[in-house]
C-alpha cells in the first residue's frame, strides 16, 4: 500500500508540473467524462476455496470523473453487485445486496513517462486508487445493514476510439478491501486492515464518453508556454503594428481628401458645356499620285497632280506638303512597307528637282499597305495635304 501511494504522489507531482504546459486555458467545465461498467466481483477468501468463477457474481457501476491533466484525474463512482450468491450465509432480499460509492484519483502511467503530445493514445495504461463508504443489505430479520469504509486499487487498460478520441472502452480489473470487517455496527474506531479474507477481486469492462471542451476537443491541446522575454517581444511588435496602423489612417485621410479633391474637379469638368470643334476638310489641298503594281516610277500622265501642288505651294510660300506613300495588299507586308516609302520618296524628288520647291518644305513617309479605296489597285498611291 506504502507502494502505491507514493507511485500516486509522483504521479501527481508529474501531473502539476505537466499542467503548466498543457492546462493553460482549461476551463472548469472541460475535461469530464462519464464511464458506464460492469463484470464480476468475487470474496478472495472465497477466491481461495472455490476458485474465482464458482461463486462469483455480477457487478455494476458508473463513473464520473474530471481530469485535472493530461497526467492525473479525480472522480466518483458507484458500484452494485447483483443478488446471486451468498456470501456471508445471509441472503438478502434485495436484487442488489452489496453497493459501494466512493471518490479515486487516476493515474495515467502513459503520459507521465512518455508525455503528452497533444492528444491521446491509441492504448494507454492508468493507475487508479480511492476510497468510500461499502454497503451491505441483510435481512432485517437477521441483522442490520452493515456499513463500512473500503479502500480500492486497480489498472485502467484504455482504448481510446476515433479520429476525436471521445470514447473510450476500458478493461478495469481491481481489488477492493472492506477495511474493518463487515457486518460493524458502525465505521469508526477500527484500525485499517488491509486482510485478504477482506478483500473482493473484481474484473469489469466499460465504456467512456469525453464531453466536449471549449477548445473544440475532447481532450487536452498543448500549449506552448511563453517566457517574459518572448511576451515582450510580441507586445512590442503589437505596438508597432498599432503605430503603422495609426500611419495608414492619417494616409488614408489625405488619400480621401485628394479623392473628394479630385471628384470635385470631374464634377466642375461634367458641368461644363461641351466645346464642339468643327473640322472642314478642304479637298482642294490633296492631290492623289496612282502607281503601277510594284512600281514607285512617276507615270507622264500623273505629272499634272504633281504640278497643282508645286503651283499651291509657290503661290503661298509659308505652305509645306506631306506625302504619304501606300502599297496595295498584293506582296508580302515587307515589300509593301518599303514600297510605300519609296512612292512617297519619288514624289518629293520630282517636287524639289522638277518644279524646284525646297525639300525642307515636304514631307515624305510611308504608311505600308493602304486601305484607302474599294478598288485594290487604287491603293497604290502617294497622298500629297497641302498645309497653308
Excluded at 504546459?21 to 482549461?26: I, M, N, Q, Y
Excluded at 505596438?239 to 470635385?264: C, P, V, W
Amino acid at each position: 500500500m506504502r507502494k502505491i501511494i507514493l507511485l500516486a504522489a509522483i504521479g501527481l507531482g508529474i501531473a502539476g508540473a505537466q499542467a503548466q504546459t498543457t492546462v493553460a486555458g482549461s476551463k472548469f467545465t472541460d475535461n469530464w467524462s462519464f464511464t458506464l461498467k460492469g463484470g464480476a466481483v468475487m470474496s478472495s477468501k472465497m477466491v481461495k476455496d472455490n476458485g474465482f468463477w464458482d461463486d462469483a457474481r455480477g457487478v455494476v457501476g458508473a463513473e464520473l470523473r474530471k481530469q485535472i491533466t493530461p497526467v492525473f484525474g479525480l472522480g466518483v463512482e458507484g458500484e452494485w453487485s447483483i443478488n446471486t450468491s451468498k456470501w456471508t450465509g445471509l441472503r438478502s432480499g434485495n436484487a442488489f445486496d452489496h453497493q459501494y460509492v466512493g471518490m479515486f484519483g487516476a493515474v495515467n502511467l502513459m503520459n507521465t513517462f512518455a508525455g503528452y503530445a497533444g492528444a491521446p493514445r491509441l492504448f494507454e495504461l492508468e493507475l487508479v486508487a480511492g476510497t468510500g463508504w461499502l454497503h451491505a443489505y441483510y435481512p432485517h430479520t437477521t441483522c442490520n445493514d452493515g456499513n463500512s469504509w473500503a479502500t480500492k486499487v486497480g489498472m485502467n487498460f484504455n482504448f481510446n476510439l476515433g479520429s476525436s478520441k471521445a470514447w473510450t472502452i476500458s478493461l478495469k480489473p481491481a481489488y477492493m478491501w472492506n477495511m474493518n470487517g463487515n457486518p460493524s455496527p458502525n465505521v469508526l474506531g477500527y484500525e485499517a486492515r488491509y486482510d485478504s479474507n477482506y478483500g473482493f477481486l473484481e474484473l469489469e469492462a466499460g465504456i467512456t464518453y469525453h464531453f466536449g471542451n471549449s477548445n473544440g476537443t475532447h481532450h487536452f491541446v498543448v500549449v506552448r508556454p511563453y517566457d517574459q522575454a518572448e511576451l515582450d517581444a510580441l507586445n512590442a511588435q503589437i505596438n508597432a503594428l498599432r503605430g503603422e496602423l495609426d500611419a495608414s489612417g492619417a494616409n488614408n485621410a489625405a488619400l480621401l481628401a485628394q479623392l473628394a479633391d479630385l471628384q470635385a474637379q470631374l464634377d466642375a469638368c461634367n458641368r461644363r458645356p461641351p466645346v464642339v470643334e468643327k473640322v472642314v476638310k478642304d479637298l482642294g489641298n490633296i492631290r492623289y499620285v496612282f502607281f503601277d503594281c510594284g512600281s514607285s516610277y512617276v507615270q507622264p500622265n500623273q505629272q499634272p497632280n504633281i504640278a497643282m501642288v508645286a503651283d499651291q505651294l509657290k503661290g503661298n510660300p509659308e505652305a509645306t506638303v506631306t506625302v504619304q506613300g501606300y502599297a496595295s495588299k498584293d506582296g508580302s507586308l515587307a515589300f509593301n512597307k518599303k514600297l510605300a516609302e519609296r512612292r512617297a520618296e519619288a514624289v518629293k524628288k520630282e517636287l524639289v528637282k522638277r518644279y524646284g520647291i525646297a525639300a525642307g518644305r515636304v514631307r515624305a513617309e510611308g504608311m505600308g499597305v493602304g486601305d484607302l479605296f474599294a478598288e485594290n489597285s487604287w491603293n497604290r498611291v502617294s497622298v500629297c495635304t497641302v498645309v497653308e
